[in-house]
């Protein structure tokens, strides 16, 4: 299981990469390899401000729908279209090819509240 040490992670099992305010964001490879085969990731709260905790969309997998939680408050500036076409490279490349959204952090005091991975391998038992 590949938990990358430089981003920092959510109970609910999105990662978040930090640059200057703009998140990236992403599941992580446990969750994919939890959902199986990605057939279509649905997000439709770009240009919106969300508050963190608050469903920015949802990844529909060939067995279950989940919905995916902002780690962040922000507004959602971008979404990887590429997944549209491709939803799979979210579990051929979760943490690279198969990023969700880009974020305009409002407070990033919050990313304190994040998990480390090695808090991530623990919450997963890895």
Not at 21 to 32: L, P, R
Not at 83 to 94: A, F, I, M, S, W
């Amino acid at each position: 299981m590949n938990i990358p040490s430089e981003l920092k992670y959510t109970k609910d099992h999105e990662w978040v990469s930090i640059e200057g305010d703009i998140a990236t964001i992403g599941i992580t490879d446990f969750a994919q390899g939890e959902l199986g085969d990605i057939v279509y990731v649905d997000v439709e709260t770009v240009d919106e401000t969300l508050e963190a905790e608050e469903i920015f969309g949802s990844v529909e997998a060939v067995k279950t729908v989940s919905d995916l939680f902002l780690p962040l408050t922000g507004e959602i500036i971008e979404f990887n279209t590429a997944l549209e076409d491709e939803p799979e490279k979210v579990n051929t490349d979760p943490y690279g090819d198969g990023w969700m959204i880009k974020l305009k952090c409002s407070d990033l005091s919050q990313v304190e509240g994040l998990m480390s991975a090695d808090d991530y391998k623990a919450l997963v038992g890895a």
